[in-house]
C-alpha cells in the first residue's frame, strides 16, 4: 500500500501541483453549464472506457480453448486454466490505450462542441486508465499488467524501465490534449467520480471509489501540467454541449450496467 501511496503522489499529486501553481489564473466567470456537461461526460467516458477494457480482457479468454470468461460490469472472472491466462491479464490495458489514441484523432476532426467534448474525454480516459495500470503493474505484480508481467519473465530492473516510458506517455498525452482543447477539467473530475459510483457497486467500497479516484488523479495531474506548458492549437468549437443527451446516455448505460452485466455474462 505504501508503495502505491508513493506512486500516487509522484505522478498524480506532484503534477497537479506544478500544473496548478504555474498555470494562469482565467479571470472569466465560471461557466456552470461547461462544468455540468464536461462532468457528464466524464462520468460516461470513463464507464465505457472500462467496460471496453471488461470486454478484451474477456474476448481473448473466449477465444481461448480451455477457458470460459464471465463479463460483468465491475470485474471479470473465469473458470478453467490455460498456460496462457496470465498474459491475456495485460490485453485490457492495451485496448484502452487503442482506445485513447483512436479518440484523441476523433477529438481533432470534431466540430460540434458536445462530440468535441465527449471524444476528449474518451481519450483522456483511455490514455489515462491504461497509463495507471502500467505504472502500477511496473511495480505490483497482483495487478492485471503486473500479472502479464510477471508471465513475459520480467525482472524487476525491467519493470523499474517501464516507469519512465510511462512518464513519457502521460506527458504525451497530454500535451495532444490539452493541443486539442482545454474543457473545464479540475472540478468535473472530481466531480464525475459521484455519478460513476453507481456503475461499480456492489464491490468492496474501497474498490468502487479507489479506481476512478486513481485514474482522474493521475490524468488530471498531467493534463493541468501539460496544459502550464502547452499552448491550444485547434480553434475553439462554436457553441455549448448539450446536457440532456448525454446525461439520458449516462442512465441508459446505468441501467444496462446493473440490469443485464451485473449478474455477468458468461462465454
Same mark, same amino acid.
Request: proline residues 8%.
Given at each position: $500500500?505504501?508503495?502505491?501511496? *508513493? ?7 506532484? @503534477? ?48 481461448? @480453448? ?11 472472472? +473465469? ?7 496470465? *498474459?491475456?491479464?495485460?490485453?485490457? %490495458? ?18 460540434? @462542441?458536445?462530440?468535441?467534448?465527449? %471524444? +476528449? +474525454? $474518451?481519450?483522456?480516459?483511455?490514455? !489515462? ?21 510477471? +508471465? *513475459? ?16 506517455? $502521460? ?15 479540475? /472540478? ?9 459510483? @453507481? ?24 493534463? $493541468? ?24 446516455? /449516462? ?9 443485464? /452485466?451485473?449478474?455477468?455474462?458468461? !462465454?
Amino acid at each position: $500500500m505504501t508503495t502505491i501511496v *508513493l506512486l500516487l503522489i509522484a505522478i498524480g499529486v506532484v @503534477p497537479l501541483i506544478v500544473g496548478i501553481v504555474r498555470l494562469r489564473r482565467d479571470p472569466a466567470a465560471i461557466d456552470r453549464r461547461a462544468i455540468a456537461a464536461s462532468t457528464i461526460l466524464a462520468a460516461l467516458a470513463f464507464n465505457l472506457t472500462f467496460f471496453w477494457q471488461e470486454i478484451w480482457l474477456v474476448l481473448p479468454k473466449a477465444m481461448t @480453448p480451455g477457458l470460459h470468461p464471465i463479463l460483468y460490469h465491475n470485474d471479470h472472472d +473465469w473458470t478453467g486454466t490455460a498456460p496462457i491466462v496470465e *498474459l491475456l491479464q495485460g490485453t485490457g %490495458a492495451i485496448s484502452t490505450l487503442v482506445s485513447g489514441i483512436a479518440f484523441l484523432f476523433i477529438a481533432r476532426r470534431a466540430t460540434r @462542441p458536445t462530440a468535441r467534448l465527449f %471524444a +476528449w +474525454w $474518451m481519450a483522456f480516459e483511455g490514455f !489515462f486508465q491504461s497509463a495507471s495500470q502500467f505504472a502500477i503493474g511496473a511495480l505490483i505484480p497482483g495487478n492485471d499488467v503486473g500479472r502479464a508481467l510477471t +508471465w *513475459l519473465g520480467m525482472s524487476n530492473a525491467s519493470r523499474g524501465m517501464l516507469l519512465p516510458i510511462v512518464g513519457i506517455l $502521460m506527458a504525451k498525452a497530454s500535451q495532444a490534449l490539452v493541443r486539442i482543447d482545454r474543457p473545464a477539467i479540475l /472540478l468535473p473530475a472530481a466531480l464525475s467520480i459521484l455519478l460513476i459510483i @453507481p456503475f461499480r457497486v456492489p464491490r468492496d467500497p474501497i474498490e468502487v471509489v479507489l479506481i476512478p479516484i486513481v485514474v482522474h488523479l493521475i490524468g488530471t495531474g498531467w493534463v $493541468m501540467l501539460g496544459a502550464s506548458f502547452t499552448p491550444v492549437k485547434a480553434p475553439p468549437v462554436q457553441g455549448r454541449p448539450a446536457l440532456a443527451l448525454p446525461f439520458a446516455a /449516462l442512465l441508459a448505460i446505468l441501467l444496462v450496467f446493473q440490469c443485464i /452485466l451485473r449478474p455477468g455474462i458468461a !462465454f
